[in-house]
């Protein structure tokens, strides 16, 4: 079965400096994985996703994330937090052939002035 | 292009009731998941619709059932509610099977009282 695990349930940061949220996921063959961002009262929004087409992902808002096969990571990252992102971030994975998303418990990403 | 609508967006219903939830995917999208968020377990797969045809189902009692329809529309049923129910109702949408990402609509807030 696969899983995957975010290392801190939460992160705070200053504004403008870098944003680090950690996912590593277990899998034996390389599957889909995705972030997502969830604002209060929302649903979930779609950042990024990798699908073996590059190692190195880049999404919206100026997220980006890199797949590294050898330590099972896909972390995510942002070079200068903004007090708009602010919210809660979900790794997930899907198997492929599959649909179904498996997620982290999530990062609360708390942005100080 | 509209995004994934749910409905209702609340819902409190008692113990013992059923309750069904609605999707509307977005238009030319085939293919319907339903996830549960609490805080506790956190983001769990229930089961993803493709074509009218159930394709996957997660680890949730029968209490638990979907459909969709022929306009890819789906519904989520849940009888014999019980306080644990309560719960965030996520539905998601995307455009085919296998490699697409899925898009989140706000969710169902459901308490069960």
């Known amino acids: 079965a696969q899983s995957v695990t975010q290392l801190g349930s939460h992160v705070s940061v200053s504004e403008g400096a870098l944003v680090l949220l950690r996912c590593n996921y277990s899998?034996?063959?390389?599957?889909?994985l995705f972030w997502y961002v969830q604002y209060p009262n929302q649903g979930l929004q779609l950042l990024l996703k990798?699908?073996?087409?590059?190692?190195l992902v880049k999404g919206i808002n100026g997220f980006e994330a890199e797949f590294k096969k050898s330590e099972t990571s896909f972390h995510l990252t942002k070079p200068s937090a903004h007090m708009s992102d602010a919210a809660e971030y979900f790794c997930?994975?899907?198997?492929?052939?599959?649909?179904?998303?498996?997620f982290g418990s999530g990062t609360r990403l708390q942005v100080q002035p | 292009k509209a995004g994934v609508t749910q409905t209702p967006r609340y819902l409190i219903k008692t113990r013992g009731q059923q309750v069904t939830l609605s999707c509307s995917p977005i238009s030319g999208h085939r293919s319907v998941s339903w996830y549960q968020q609490t805080p506790g377990q956190g983001l769990q797969f229930l089961f993803e619709y493709f074509s009218e045809t159930q394709r996957n189902k997660g680890n949730f009692p029968g209490r638990f059932s979907g459909r969709q329809f022929s306009n890819s529309r789906s519904e989520m049923n849940v009888s014999t509610l019980e306080l644990g129910d309560s719960a965030l109702y996520l539905c998601?949408?995307?455009?085919?099977?296998?490699?697409?990402?899925?898009?989140f609509g706000p969710g169902t807030r459901l308490t069960v009282t």
């Open positions: 998601a949408s995307s455009l085919a099977w296998e490699g697409y990402e899925q898009y």
């Open positions: 997930a994975v899907s198997p492929t052939g599959r649909r179904a998303l498996t």
């Open positions: 899998s034996s063959v390389p599957p889909y």
């Open positions: 990798y699908t073996s087409a590059a190692t």
